[in-house]
């Protein structure tokens, strides 16, 4: 789901976001058309200025969240007029004058239903500030909720301008038909401070790891099962500016198997950056996401 294009969906974007019942992007939340009203605004500016104190996301107001057993199930409802009071300009209004300061950014794409109804995708970035909500509080977001936020958590997102946000995007080469492969990747700036040096520490699964070349990485066990650890540095004069992009030589990595990667979608890379103006970032992407359909059958 390719939620920088949100604010260009349509009803095929959200018929496929219900039928894959799209439940588990944690940038990714369902409101009922009930929650447009007077009475709820507070929580309307809670859940948007959250979203905003956090990565960013996408809230559509349209789809609610049908609950079976264990499960949930999500379900287009009949949309809402277009001149319905409580629709688009009213949801606008009600963000601009519940949240301060204002997200810049911001934005509701109305998306209409095969009835001439709309259902409505509000767009928010993250923020290079933190927004207060109407009930005066700061909020957060934590395991699908809007949380408040502690004072260390908001003096740290006030100060996101003057620190780097770097994320590690994985690939492999494009229709691999090879017994073995290995990972490539790039380290992206999302932040709006420059960096000057990083370095990263990728940890790959060792049943992965083709011949047990493990190029002397250091063991350890996580996630239930053995890893190998891998560091490398940035070289001088490998600077990342806001919004770029930088690549490492991935040799330093070992050579991974395919047939192994295939039948072991659900294992997980794990990752840390470190950088010269910031704490460490951490995060795990699922191998399945990164090698898709480009290993051969």
Not at 41 to 49: N, P, T
């Amino acid at each position: 789901m390719q939620f920088e294009k949100a604010r260009y969906w349509t009803i095929r974007d959200i018929e496929k976001i219900v039928k894959t019942n799209a439940t588990e992007y944690k940038i990714l939340e369902f409101k009922s058309l009930e929650a447009l009203t007077p009475s709820n605004k507070d929580e309307i500016g809670k859940d948007v200025s959250s979203f905003a104190n956090s990565a960013g996301g996408v809230i559509i107001y349209g789809i609610s969240e049908i609950k079976e057993g264990p499960d949930t199930r999500l379900r287009l409802e009949e949309g809402r007029d277009a001149n319905d009071p409580y629709g688009k300009e009213w949801l606008e209004n009600i963000i601009e004058s519940n949240i301060s300061p204002k997200i810049d950014g911001i934005f509701i794409n109305p998306i209409k239903l095969p009835n001439d109804k709309y259902v409505y995708a509000v767009v928010i970035p993250q923020s290079a500030t933190a927004h207060m909500s109407g009930s005066n509080r700061y909020y957060k977001r934590k395991n699908f909720k809007s949380e408040p936020m502690e004072d260390y958590e908001v003096r740290d997102v006030m100060n996101r301008l003057h620190k780097p946000n770097l994320r590690l995007i994985f690939t492999i080469p494009k229709n691999t038909a090879d017994a073995k492969y290995r990972l490539k990747f790039v380290v992206k700036n999302n932040g709006e401070a420059f960096v000057r040096h990083f370095a990263v520490r990728i940890h790959i699964p060792e049943s992965l790891i083709i011949d047990t070349d493990f190029k002397g990485g250091r063991k350890l066990y996580l996630d239930n099962q053995w890893y190998r650890e891998y560091i490398k540095q940035s070289p001088p004069n490998l600077y990342i500016f806001p919004g770029f992009r930088a690549t490492l030589d991935p040799n330093f990595l070992p050579l991974l198997d395919s047939e192994s990667s295939k039948s072991n979608p659900d294992l997980h890379i794990f990752w840390t950056i470190y950088s010269d103006k910031g704490s460490p970032m951490s995060g795990k992407t699922r191998l399945g996401f990164i090698i898709k359909d480009r290993l051969g059958s």
